[in-house]
């Protein structure tokens, strides 16, 4: 279920309104840190959403900026209390807490991935390969918290007001053998399943569409309702990117829809994955069959030594 409380989009859309009143009011983040006593970096804090305003800071701001309408300044303060509120993935301690919040508010989110399947798309298993590998390695416990999260994380696709989803893999993401082919094929059946929901589309982009702008990079876009700005993250090894810039915003969004272009259509790439799907059955079949048959060389084999009085 979506969380009602929103806290991390309601801290968003309190440091946009607060953005632009400082701006209206001519100052800038020292200016405004300076009158209330404050660092620059509290300020700023405030105004990206990746800090709390208390009912004290929302009174000290509207004061600041002049907001003397009532109505506006107790909205202020609503959203400043509904900031605070905790949502359901806090209890994780996770390091990505912030980006699990804005997912979970988002009205909106487009994915390119060149090398894995995105993670509101994963099975269980797949899912599982890919935590297991993480480094340092994890207890076995904390693994298992961590798929917990990714498949509450995948409720979003569901309910009234499910998650508009659309991913754009390259065709990479379908040949990395995570977890094995029983898993692989798994997944890819899941792929095409998940289509057939008309908020979530993915394409692929084929080995023969050779080079693409974002090749060397992965990237979410997600868009809010209302007036809450969207942003873009970047994920890596050394830590996670939030851009909000406009320009930067846009430059990814040219980059999403030059992919878009460049890819299959979404009928299209279903059959792409269909058709790698079908390798990875045939694999795992000839496995199964290849145990099989051994299991019976080695069941006539004991035979034959019992008959034999050799053991």
Request: glycine share 6%; with cysteine; hydrophobic share 40%.
């Amino acid at each position: 279920m979506r969380e009602v409380r929103r806290p991390t989009v309601r801290r968003r859309e309190l440091g946009a309104l607060l953005r632009a009143l400082r701006t209206q009011k001519g100052l800038t983040v020292e200016q405004a840190a300076d009158k209330l006593l404050c660092s620059p970096s509290k300020v700023s804090r405030m105004e990206t959403g990746h800090g709390a305003a208390t009912p004290r800071d929302i009174r000290d701001l509207c004061n600041l900026y002049d907001v003397t309408d009532q109505a506006e300044r107790d909205r202020l303060m609503s959203l400043a209390r509904d900031g605070k509120q905790t949502g359901w993935w806090q209890s994780y301690e996770l390091e990505f807490s912030n980006y699990v919040g804005l997912e979970a508010d988002a009205t909106e989110l487009r994915y390119y991935q060149s090398t894995i399947v995105p993670g509101l798309l994963q099975t269980a298993d797949y899912a599982r390969a890919m935590i297991e590998v993480t480094i340092p390695r994890l207890r076995p416990e904390r693994i298992d918290e961590l798929l917990e999260v990714k498949m509450k994380r995948q409720l979003i696709l569901k309910g009234d007001r499910p998650l508009r989803l659309w991913g754009i893999l390259d065709e990479a993401a379908l040949h990395r053998l995570v977890g094995g082919p029983a898993v692989m094929a798994a997944q890819l059946d899941r792929l095409i399943e998940v289509t057939s929901n008309p908020n979530i589309t993915i394409q692929v982009i084929p080995y023969e569409a050779g080079a693409h702008p974002a090749m060397d990079s992965t990237f979410n876009i997600l868009g809010f309702a209302g007036t809450v700005p969207g942003l873009v993250y970047v994920e890596g090894l050394v830590g996670w990117i939030y851009l909000d810039r406009r320009n930067d915003i846009e430059r990814y969004q040219k980059v999403f829809e030059h992919l878009h272009a460049q890819a299959l259509d979404p009928r299209a790439s279903m059959k792409l994955i269909a058709k790698i799907g079908k390798s990875y059955s045939a694999y795992r079949l000839a496995y199964v069959l290849t145990l099989s048959r051994n299991l019976a060389v080695a069941i006539r084999a004991a035979g034959n030594l019992i008959s034999s009085n050799r053991i």
